[in-house]
T-cell receptor, first 114, second 115 residues
Framework: KAGVTQTPRYLIKTRGQQVTLSCSPISGHRSVSWYQQTPGQGLQFLFEYFSETQRNKGNFPGRFSGRQFSNSRSEMNVSTLELGDSALYLC?????????????FGQGTRLTVV | DQQVKQNSPSLSVQEGRISILNCDYTNSMFDYFLWYKKYPAEGPTFLISISSIKDKNEDGRFTVFLNKSAKHLSLHIVPSQPGDSAVYFCAASPTKTGTASKLTFGTGTRLQVTL
């Protein structure tokens, strides 16, 4: 079955702009999590959506937001971009059920803020 | 505060030998652990996981050991192959959230398997 798909793969934006990234999870998976990877901070959890509701949230400012649609596809939005937002943004898909199941990652969107 | 630590940023191992990657954690709420492998410009690929009710889990060449009292886990790769060269991330989750989706990652160990 198809894996996790993230679009676009690469993005260049100007400071102050906003950006929307998209993630399509594995078919049947209801949980989508977003992570930011930077050289200095590694992989950091942004938030998780499950059945269209934000279920978990990391320690990021309110400029970072997301949503999930009824087909489980998710979007992440970053407003008022800062240079420090340049990173690889990864989404992870899992069934979100109990007991724990593994999270499968997409290839990521490389965002560069200039 | 780094709750999951991989103290070795890099490791070089000869092909055919054992690779041992280590990971320590501080948060006693973590009780589900995963290892991921990552190539440049790609997302992490899930390798193997272990729940805190076990102390060992094996999948082919990959074995993960968990020592709860020491808050330490390790990934053993035997035998190591050149294709194993990548960055390996240890990740942890508090299972009481009911999901493996909120993961705390270590900073990664770059493994290089030489011929």
């Amino acid at each position: 079955k198809a894996g996790v798909t993230q679009t676009p793969r690469y993005l260049i934006k100007t400071r102050g702009q906003q950006v929307t990234l998209s993630c399509s999870p594995i078919s049947g998976h209801r949980s989508v999590s977003w992570y930011q990877q930077t050289p200095g901070q590694g992989l950091q959890f942004l938030f998780e959506y499950f059945s269209e509701t934000q279920r978990n949230k990391g320690n990021f400012p309110g400029r970072f937001s997301g949503r999930q649609f009824s087909n489980s596809r998710s979007e992440m939005n970053v407003s008022t971009l800062e240079l420090g937002d340049s990173a690889l943004y990864l989404c992870a898909s899992s069934s979100g059920g109990w007991p724990n199941t593994e999270a499968f990652f997409g290839q990521g969107t490389r965002l560069t803020v200039v | 505060d780094q709750q999951v630590k991989q103290n070795s940023p890099s490791l070089s191992v000869q092909e055919g030998r054992i690779s041992i990657l280590n990971c320590d954690y501080t948060n006693s709420m973590f009780d589900y652990f995963l290892w991921y492998k990552k190539y440049p410009a790609e997302g992490p690929t899930f390798l193997i996981s272990i729940s805190s009710i076990k102390d060992k889990n094996e999948d082919g060449r990959f074995t993960v050991f968990l020592n709860k009292s020491a808050k330490h886990l390790s990934l053993h790769i035997v035998p190591s192959q050149p294709g194993d060269s990548a960055v390996y991330f240890c990740a942890a989750s508090p299972t009481k959230t009911g999901t493996a989706s909120k993961l705390t990652f270590g900073t990664g160990t770059r493994l290089q398997v030489t011929l």
